[in-house]
């Protein structure tokens, strides 16, 4: 009888133990927050709408930002319109500091100076072909380069091919030819054969070193693949040149049309010639017979860029302190020459879709925080991504992933996804969740864009485009009536899909 009592006695703790564990489960769950499930996100990805998407694209890209250029007070207004909204969804600024806050933008932004350009009204391109005028219009025929000097200058123009000069590669399109004062016209690109990277600004300084009085740069009629694939045409596109040096060349782009139009004055063809560079490295430098009239005033003025910034806090006390990152840039070119460059597509669709995804996420309770940003200076050289880099808000070692979105509201119904250091089964999982699975083209590293400082400090990134066409690139034709409510919106659900699974991993 005993034994028998000791028994029982043991058998009551063991009921007591497991009643107290229990009750201390409950508590516990009743105080955590809920796990995410697949339900949560599919009820977001239902909620993204194009045309809300549609709405802030029109007006971005409207006559009330004035095309956004960095540095302008155009594009800060834009940023303070794009903070009103991350108010709006209850979402918390991302700046944490003891340093004095800007009294305009307070914890919503961080700036950096830049130097902004402007072009005058009415830049002046009068070519001749003896007394043969050859038209150019400014807009479909030529644009200034957006960073160039000023000039007014009259000089015969010599053609350089692609304007490469590097001998001891086997390639100098400056080889028999004199181009001291005289306006060189140059190809956009390389041609395959030659390996180094060529930007724009190093065809800009061997040209100065020859001793140009100014550069004409056009597309060839040949396109190499990624042109083809982006539907870049003929007209000119608006660029700046991006030159670290302290005297720039002027210049400015000009149509294809424009290009032949001047190598025909002497009987030549610019496909055949582009061809023949194209299959070797043999100059096809000559003098065009046509004399180039160029005119026009740009100043400079001292500006700022701004990147606006919100935060989604995580919910998990382990993964918390890890961050996403969502990046749109929503700077464009302003207003040069007159014209009025509004960046519909480019990229008031990528602030646009950053905005919706933000709607959604600040109903939704990531396990990692998700930091949002609106990125300035991206068209004058990923000024606002590089400066975030250089001071994070969030420590670079704990930033898991990096989405940049950008070009995401036309095309041909695809989505084209760069991906640097991180696995195509991750974005795989997320196109099936957003129901685009089948509508992925997924490649490597995207050589351009906001998201290449974050890769070069060792971040994972993916880059998301609108697949197909975007012939209205880096043009003023670029408008809102252009952009695709469905496009955007597959692109919103995406970026989602892809952000939620970040967030949430393991």
Known sequence: MQHCGVRMRFLHGIGLCAAVLCCTALVAAAGAEPSPTADTLAAALKNVSGPRMLKDVVSLSGPEFSGRQAGTTDDLRSGLWVADRFK???????????????????????????????????????????????????????????DSSSIKASAPVTFVGYGISDPERGVDDYAGVNVQ???????RGKPDHYQPHVTQADKERVAREKGAAAALMATGPILSAYEARRGIGGAPMASYSLSKEDRRLAGAWISTALAEAMLAAKGRSLKDVQA?????????????????????????????????????????????????????????????GGLLFPGADDNASGTAVLLEVARALSKLKP???????????????????????????????????????DHAGVGNGRLTVGLTD???????????????????????FFPGGDHVPFKEAGVPTATVVSGGPHPDFHRPTDTADKVKPEILESTARFVLALAWQLANAP
């Open 88 to 146: 709006l969804l209850g979402l918390q600024p991302a700046l944490i500091t003891s340093k004095p806050l800007n009294p305009v933008v307070g914890e919503w932004a961080i700036a950096d100076q830049v130097l902004t350009t402007r072009i005058q009204d009415s830049p002046s391109l009068e070519l001749f072909s003896g007394d043969t005028p050859i038209p150019a219009r400014m807009g479909p025929d030529f644009l200034p380069i957006l």
């Open 181 to 187: 004062q005289r306006v060189v016209l140059l190809l």
């Open 276 to 336: 023949q560079l194209n299959r070797e490295p043999k100059s096809q430098s000559h003098d065009t017979g046509v004399i180039a009239q160029i005119a026009w005033n740009s100043w400079q003025t001292k500006g700022a860029v701004y990147n606006f910034m919100a935060m989604v806090p995580g919910r998990d006390p382990k993964r918390k302190q890890d961050t996403i990152v969502i990046g749109a840039h929503r700077d464009h070119f302003g207003r040069h």
């Open 367 to 405: 396990a990692r925080s998700i930091l949002l940003i609106s990125f300035s200076g991206e068209e004058q050289g990923l000024l606002g991504s590089q400066f975030y880099v250089r001071e994070p808000v969030r420590p670079l070692s704990a930033t898991k992933a990096m989405i940049n979105v």
């Open 422 to 444: 991180l696995p195509k089964e991750t974005a795989m999982k997320a196109g099936k969740a957003a129901g685009r699975a089948n509508k992925l083209d997924l490649f490597g």
